[in-house]
Each structure stands twice: as structure tokens, then as C-alpha cells.
């Protein structure tokens, strides 16, 4: 019987994405189409010989389950299909992981009678609330020898025993299999913690979750698979739902995502299914793409051989996977690659942006076609890059930028409001941090006729001079009961200056009006607080930088789930706390630097920023987007080889193809060099005209740079700019 499932390969921008979109379109073509295409129009009997490629989808009744790898792919793939379709057909676009949680969300009544739950309401944990609360939960076994066997800190061990959990949900294995798993994979090693002792601290935690109604991803995931997806009821409930099933580069997508479309096509579901053999961008993070590869036995193969449109990957791909796995081979790369070679990583940093900066100014190239592209980037040559390119007038767009929420100066400054106004909080402030909130709310909005001006027309009443005069003579330190006095305390306090004066008693008297109703509990919690402070100090009606928002909305929502996982912990175990212990922990949590702002939506509104591109190779790969001049910075760097993201501890262990086998030294620099040809070819189908590989002798802590693109360098080094 042929298979009206079909599955799409094909390597990065060889039109997959559109082949699937065509797909949907063979399946929903009209009622019209359908019943002609089952008789001829001669003698009005029924076709014999072949199934027709294409199946009728009605516009009513069950809907079209559409999968991506990220969040961003999704958001893009819906919106082509409901717009090639007008929005006729019911079509539910997701991630894996979002389609999972939505599930069990939506069935958590029928999980509590087969698990025997807590009849409550389940509420998701943030990365960040997972770590602190699974943290508090194991520190009394986590002492100073397990630390030092493990040879990393408590919050590095936390997350990646948290990440086993994950792993291990992601492939299908119950968390009671994790010892085993673990037991045969590291087998007799002694430098690691005991099986049996991880496996015990995540049973431990995930009945502890379940007890309280918390979810994380991992949990999430284990109760789908192991739980959900191999319940009738639920079973007959999903059948009925969908008809169809599109998903986008399943070589991202974890084993369970199979056991789902496996269970569809069962019954009757028809599927279309993209895979890139190029791709797997976050195998070692969950992914299982030889896994998935299998479902290609159910489906009539489609592969797409036409290479990338103007891409430099014909050209270029097996000249320098050759020159990475023969380093002794002979071979001069052509023109179309350049290479940026210098001493010192300073230098390189500059002469990168000075090389990018003179081919827009000569308009050879627009900065929407460039891209620098890195291994991993820090914050000096992030700060470098987009300092001098900024200076020329060349705008910069770091691709996912996620910066620590402390960063931002109006978070510090409503941290420090916080600790002003409710007691017990006066260690968490000093001198400093009242000078700097003193600046940020007495900012005001310049008048100005144009509206595309007004963000950048922002000025303070109160300088940071003057803010840094009141902090010294006004800001009374308590442990308890921090205080600012009157503007008058201060001697020369005429020296402050009309407006200064005047914005300094308005913030003043706003924040004795907000002690006096804390004391009266007329404010409902900490949130209602920091939203009274941006209305009345950052948002006034005025346009705030796009950058700003994002950062004060990511505030309040982890502020307002904050509050909400503790007050879930409240009502399942009262502890007795002083009452603004919460306020205290989640000000630390915040600087420590683990929440940042990931705001939504993450597209531009209108056309694409005119910018320069600013990315690692994960977060580049990820986004599937293309450039005309491609830039890979530190080509000497090691962690090339890497992908630019760290495997996940234990993740060879749960793939399925080789479940709990022991992963060796020749078994990683296999990998490695498997990794390193993908990212090659997935690159160079991205980019069109130019390559420069940008290389320093010495990497930032001064050591040599010997890294796997050493060899590309050297290869091109007759057309280097010094």
C-alpha cells in the first residue's frame, strides 16, 4: 500500500519548509478537486492503478497539527500556512515541548485519577524557580565530599542532575530507569557521583512537584510519554483532534515526538515531515534525530537534491571538510573566502568591525547581509563590536540577546524601591543603589514633534552628581527600617538645584505614601507595588525603548509567578518565615543573574531591522536565516568543534539508538568531527557572496589558538587583510 505520509530531506534551504506548505496545500484541495479525482470525467467509474498524492481535509471537524523546532520557526511556519490557506482550515502550530505541556494542562483531570494526584490546579516551574526549589530540597545530602567528587559548585551540580530528569524524559525512559541507564553508561567510573544516589534525588523531586502540582519541562515530558500518550481515553480524545500533522525539521526534535506521530499515523492521520541530515542544532541538548530518522519507513521519501540558491555550499563544502579531516592535504581555498588574521584578540575584534564598517560605507554590502557569527561571544567582544560599528552609524542586532534582568538599571532601581518600602529589607540596599534610583525615577520625556525621536529624548532632574550628594547626606542604612530624609538634612542642600529638589520630594513623599498603606496592607503584594512605581515613574506616558519594556514586562511576569509558586507552597506546607522573606529571596534570585528578559514577539513589527547581525553558530543555526557576507570570529577557537553549545551531562547515554552504552574518548572526537562538517555545510548553505574567517594567535586568557578551522585559515591566507 503506498503511504500518504511523506518525509522530506533535504540539507539547509533546499526548500523543505515550502515542500511541506505544498503538501498541506495537495491535502486541502477542494471538495470539488477531491471527487474528481477519483473518477474520470468519460466513463464515471472509480480510478484504478494509484492513490491520488493528495487526500481531502475538511475545513470543519478535526484540525491540522502543525510542529517546529523552536518558537520562532513555529510562529513563522503557522503564519505561512494559515496564510496560504486564508485561514480556512484549523491548524494548531507548536513546539514539541509546548505541545506537551498544553496536554497535559488540558488532561490534568484525567492524570489525577490515573496517578492518584492532588485535585489542584498544576502550575509550570521557570528554569530558574526549578533550580532554587529542587536546590533547598537536596542541600542537606549535597555536603562538601559529594561536591567534591562531582568537582563543580552546588548550582552547576543542581542543574545538571536536573538536566539527567530531562534527558531522560525527552527519550522515553521512566525516571525510575535513570540509575540503570547511568550504572551501564559510566560503568566503573569513580570521578562521578553514584547512580543510584541522582536517580534517588530526582524520584525525590518529582514526587515532591507532583505532590505540590509543579511542573517542569522534564516532568512535563515523562508524564505525556509514560503517562497520557498511553491512555485510551486520551488516545481517542487526540485521534479525534487531528487529521494531519506537519513537523519541520524533526532532526531537532526529541524521541518522544515519534512515539506521538507514530501513535497518529496508527490511526489513520496523515503525516508530512521535513528532516535535514545537515541539522540536528541541539542534538546533545534532547534531540534524537536518529531516532526520528526511523519514522522515514512509514512514509514515501521525498529528497530534494537542488542545492541552496545562491549559497557558497557547491562551491565550498567538500574543499574544506577535506581540509578539516586531511589537515596535511594541500588546497587553496577560492576568493570568495578572506581571512582577518592577528595577534591579540583585541586587535582582531577591531579590525573585524573596521573590514565591516568600510564595505558599508563603500556600499559593497548592505548591513542587513552581514553577519559575525562566533563560537561563543562575551560581553568584550559583544561591547567591542557593536562600539565601533555603532560609532559609523551601523546599527547592531544581537540575535536572541538574553541579558541578565539585574543589568538593567530600571530593575535595580524598582529592587531598591522595594527594599525602601517594606521592613527587613535594609541589607539589600546601600548608598549606591539609592543614588542610581534616584536618577532613574526622576527621568522625564522631552517634548518633541517627532515621533521617531521620542524614545531617544529622555532626561533626569536628577543628575547622577546630585543623586550621588542626597545618597551621602539623606539615606539613613537600618538592617530593618532603611530611610531617606528630607532634601533639607543636607547643609548645602541649595546646591541641589530647583528641579533636582522638587523631583527628589516627589519620590519622597510617593514612597512614605506607599509605607503608610504597606503598614495599612492596602497593597496586595510586591507586584501591585512595582506596577504603581512604572506608572508612576518609568511609563508616564512616554515611549520607552523597546529594550526597556521588554526587560520591565519580564520583571513583572517572574515577579507574578514568583508569588504565585509561593503561594502554592503555603497552602500545600505552611512554614513559618518572616513576612517579607519572600521579598528578600527573590531580589537575590534576580541578582544572581539567572532570569533575563526573552520578550515577545521577538520579530520586528513591520520590516526587518536594517542592521548588522550579531549571533553564535547555535543561535545562528537555530533562527535558519541566510546572509550575503558571513564573518566566523575566533575560526582558531577549539570550541568550534562544540557547536557553540555545551552537550548536556549524560546525554550520549540516553539516545536511543545506543541506550546506556558507555560513551568513550573515540566515541566524542567522532561526534565531534560529525558536528564540525554539519556546522560547515549548514553555514555555507547560508551564505551567498563572502567568508571571512577572523582569527587571532592568542585567544583572551593569552593561550595559542589551535582549534579544528585552523587549517581553512592557513588555506587562505594569500588574500588575508592585515
Known sequence: MVSHSVWIVGTSRSGK???????????????????????????????????????????????????????????ELGDIIVTSTLGKYPVRAKTPLGFFQDEIILFWPLLINSLKLKAQFPVRLRPETEQELATKLWRPRLDEEILRIAGVNESRLVRRILDLLQLAAYSGVPCEDIAQILAKGMGENTTTLEPEFLASLLLDWRNWCLERGLLTYGIITELYSQHLLSDRNYQQHLTKRYQAVLADDVDDYPSVARLLFELLLDRGAVGAFSYNPDGAVRLGLGADPNYLEGLAERCRVEILNEPPPESLSEQLTKQMVELITEP?????????????????????????????????????????????????????????????????????????????????????????MLALVYPGLGRLVDRDAVAEMLVVLSRKQQPTENFTDAMNRVSTDIDPVRAGLIADYCFVPHPDRPNLL?????????????????????????????????????????????????????????????????????????????????????????????????????????????????????????????????????????????????????????????????????????????????????????????????????????????????????????????????????????????
Not at 348 to 366: F, H, M, S, Y
Not at 595 to 624: E, H, M
Open 328 to 416: 596535511m592535504v594541500l588546497l587553496s581555498l577560492p576568493k570568495t573566502v578572506h581571512s582577518i588574521q592577528t595577534t591579540s584578540r583585541a586587535q582582531l575584534l577591531r579590525q573585524t568591525a573596521e573590514v565591516i564598517a568600510n564595505a558599508i560605507q563603500l556600499q559593497q554590502v548592505q548591513p542587513e547581509e552581514v553577519v559575525i557569527i562566533a563560537p561563543g561571544l562575551d560581553a568584550i567582544a559583544r561591547y567591542t563590536l557593536v562600539e565601533i560599528l555603532v560609532k559609523q552609524n551601523i546599527p547592531v542586532e544581537s540575535l536572541n540577546d538574553q541579558r541578565p534582568l539585574i543589568s538593567s538599571p530600571i530593575i535595580r532601581a524598582l529592587l531598591t
Open 486 to 722: 528630607p532634601v533639607s538634612a543636607f547643609e548645602r542642600w541649595d546646591r541641589i538645584g530647583y528641579a533636582a529638589t522638587t523631583a527628589y520630594s516627589e519620590i519622597l513623599q510617593w514612597l512614605e505614601q506607599q509605607r503608610s498603606q504597606q503598614e495599612l496592607r492596602l497593597i496586595p503584594s510586591p507586584i501591585s507595588l512595582l506596577d504603581r512605581a512604572i506608572q508612576r515613574f518609568l511609563w508616564n506616558g512616554s515611549n520607552l525603548p523597546y529594550e526597556q519594556l521588554a526587560a520591565l514586562r519580564e520583571l513583572l511576569e517572574t515577579a507574578q509567578h514568583y508569588w504565585e509558586i509561593d503561594t502554592r507552597l503555603r497552602q500545600v506546607a505552611p512554614v513559618e518565615t518572616t513576612p517579607h522573606t519572600t521579598i528578600i529571596e527573590f531580589i537575590q534570585l534576580l541578582r544572581r543573574g539567572t532570569i533575563t528578559a526573552n520578550p515577545y514577539p521577538v520579530r520586528p513589527i513591520g520590516g526587518a531591522r536594517k542592521a548588522v547581525t550579531l549571533a553564535t553558530i547555535f543561535q545562528y543555526r537555530s533562527s535558519r536565516r541566510s546572509h550575503q557576507w558571513h564573518f566566523w570570529l575566533d575560526a582558531g577557537s577549539p570550541l568550534w568543534a562544540k557547536g557553540g553549545a555545551a552537550t548536556l551531562f549524560g546525554a550520549p547515554f540516553f539516545l536511543r539508538d545506543r541506550l546506556g552504552e558507555p560513551w568513550t574518548a573515540e566515541d566524542e572526537k567522532l561526534a565531534e568531527q560529525q558536528r564540525l562538517q554539519r556546522i560547515l555545510t549548514d553555514l555555507l548553505s547560508r551564505v551567498s557572496e563572502r567568508v571571512y574567517l577572523c582569527h587571532s594567535d592568542l585567544a583572551v586568557n593569552g593561550q595559542e589558538q589551535l582549534g579544528p578551522l585552523l587549517p581553512l585559515v592557513n588555506a587562505c591566507v594569500t588574500h588575508s587583510v592585515i
Open 17 to 75: 519548509t515550502a515542500r511541506l506548505v505544498e503538501q498541506f496545500g495537495n491535502w486541502v484541495i477542494s471538495e470539488k478537486q477531491y471527487t474528481e479525482s477519483f473518477y474520470t470525467k468519460k466513463t464515471g467509474r472509480k480510478k484504478t492503478g494509484h492513490l491520488p498524492e493528495f487526500l481531502y481535509l475538511k475545513q470543519t471537524g478535526p484540525g491540522v497539527l502543525v510542529l517546529a523546532a523552536n518558537d520562532d520557526n513555529r510562529r
